[in-house]
């Protein structure tokens, strides 16, 4: 099994620019997030989703969109990039184990804004 | 809303050693779950250990344990007998249980945790 993949790894995108992060998970997963990580800071919540065609905020949304197809992917969008969305990037799937959800992170994707 | 705290930016240990790496988090939740994380340079984001809020038990994982004091809300982990390979950032992090199981997680800003040869 691949797990969660994240594509690409490393982007630089221009002030302005749209882009979209993929994710995908071979396992089945119901729920699936996406987080930030900026220096300093642990992992904050953009976007989740509960199952196809289901999603929610999470406590930093803004300049971010997301949709769920299929049960397997759930990609992030950045419509117009600005430099404060320069971070590092994971997605997260996740089944539940004695009531609670234990995430399968991806490896992250690292994205400039310039 | 949660918040996690975790109060040592960085700390550096003898390799064998013993070290303790501190979490307190504050909640009005009764249902929860907490969690350390480990984060080596590679960037992968990997579980080490799982604690029930429920459970009285502090959960174990062969070198890594915690103390889950409920009442204090705090939440620390020991490592015992330390390794080359345990230097990264520890996370920990909440998640509160929901019906709907829409649980994502809250994370502290994380220990830079360094082992020494």
């Known amino acids: 099994n691949a797990g969660v993949t994240q594509t690409p790894k490393f982007q630089v995108l221009k002030t302005g620019q749209s882009m979209t992060l993929q994710c995908a998970q071979d396992?089945?997963?119901?729920?699936m997030s996406w987080y930030r990580q900026d220096p300093g800071m642990g992992l904050r919540l953009i976007h989740y989703?509960?199952?196809?065609?289901?999603?929610d905020q999470g406590e930093v949304p803004n300049g971010y969109n997301v949709s769920r197809s299929t049960t397997e992917d759930f990609p992030l969008r950045l419509l117009s990039a600005a430099p404060s969305q320069t971070s590092v990037y994971f997605c997260?799937?996740?089944?539940?184990?004695?009531?609670?959800?234990?995430?399968?992170f991806g490896a992250g994707s690292r994205l400039t804004v310039l | 809303a949660q918040t996690v705290t975790q109060s040592q930016p960085e700390m550096s240990v003898q390799e064998a050693e013993t070290v303790t790496l501190s979490c307190t988090y504050d909640?009005?939740?009764?249902?929860?779950?907490l969690f350390w994380y480990k984060q080596p340079p590679s960037r992968q984001m990997i579980l080490v250990i799982r604690?029930?809020?429920?459970?009285?038990q502090n959960a174990t994982e062969n070198r890594f344990s915690v103390n889950f004091q409920k009442a204090a809300k705090s939440f620390s982990l020991k490592i015992s007998d330390s390794q080359l390979g345990d230097t990264a950032m520890y996370f920990c992090?909440?998640?509160?249980?929901?019906?709907?199981?829409?649980?994502?997680?809250?994370f502290g800003k994380g220990t830079h945790l360094i082992i020494q040869p």
């Open positions: 992090a909440f998640m509160k249980v929901t019906g709907g199981g829409a649980d994502g997680l809250t």
């Open positions: 997260a799937s996740s089944y539940r184990i004695s009531g609670a959800n234990v995430l399968t």
């Open positions: 396992m089945n997963h119901e729920y």
């Open positions: 989703s509960v199952g196809a065609g289901i999603t």
């Open positions: 604690q029930e809020a429920y459970k009285q």
């Open positions: 909640t009005s939740e009764s249902n929860y779950y």
